[in-house]
T-cell receptor
């Protein structure tokens, strides 16, 4: 599975837009990019998944440039409850392949 | 996405004993995955459990220490054997329900070994 690199931590104020970038230089042709959110004492939760260009759902947007070597998770107008660790994962889907988690980005939102 | 029930949610165990963690999924799945998350760390895959065959273990994890059962397509157990304080972690199970919805994780079992 392609290795990913993301910032260890980020800070934001409530109401701001937060962009977390993930680098995945060795992404393969059949790999998708998936982001998970993990709150303390809970398992990771699927946020969004994409292959190229832009994907948007009710929670976030995912921007993927043409070369797919990086991706950016965008959280609009964060609130205190968005304080969590965010993981970027790269790999094929539909194959029940094992996930390889990187270090994740610890987002701290304050007033 | 799939609903996973994992139990116990937490336990405090004496060193040298064993604990079995159960994971129940609300639908049939081919593979179930067991992860460990040490305090303040990311998740590490322990093994992949297939129904009807031996589990596949990742480097650094062995069957004698972490025996896994997978009796049917909705249930699996992970046993942490002969525990030591270094085994204190959160243990999570996971399944892929559909390619579009990613993987679903149980809420985890917080294990403390004293």
């Amino acid at each position: 599975l392609a290795k990913t690199t993301q910032p260890i931590s980020m800070d934001s104020y409530e109401g701001q837009e937060v962009n977390i970038t993930c680098s995945h230089n060795n992404i393969a042709t059949n790999d998708y990019i998936t982001w998970y959110q993990q709150f303390p004492s809970q398992g990771p939760r699927f946020i969004i998944q994409g292959y190229k260009t832009k994907v948007t759902n009710e929670v976030a947007s995912l921007f993927i440039p043409a070369d797919r070597k990086s991706s950016t998770l965008s959280l609009p107008r964060v609130s205190l409850s968005d304080t969590a660790v965010y993981y970027c994962l790269v790999g094929p889907t539909g194959t029940a392949s094992k996930l390889t988690f990187g270090t994740g980005t610890r987002l701290q939102v304050t007033l | 996405s799939a609903v996973i029930s994992q139990k116990p949610s937490r336990d405090i165990c004496q060193r040298g004993t064993s604990l079995t963690i159960q994971c129940q999924v609300d639908s049939q799945v081919t593979m179930m995955f067991w992860y460990r998350q040490q305090p303040g760390q990311s998740l590490t895959l322990i093994a992949t459990a297939n129904q009807g065959s031996e589990a596949t273990y990742e480097s650094g994890f062995v069957i004698d220490k972490f025996p896994i059962s997978r009796p049917n397509l909705t249930f699996s157990t992970l046993t942490v054997s002969n525990m030591s304080p270094e085994d204190s972690s959160i243990y999570l199970c996971s399944v892929e329900r559909t390619p579009q919805s990613g993987y679903t994780f149980g809420s985890g079992t917080r294990l403390t070994v004293v």
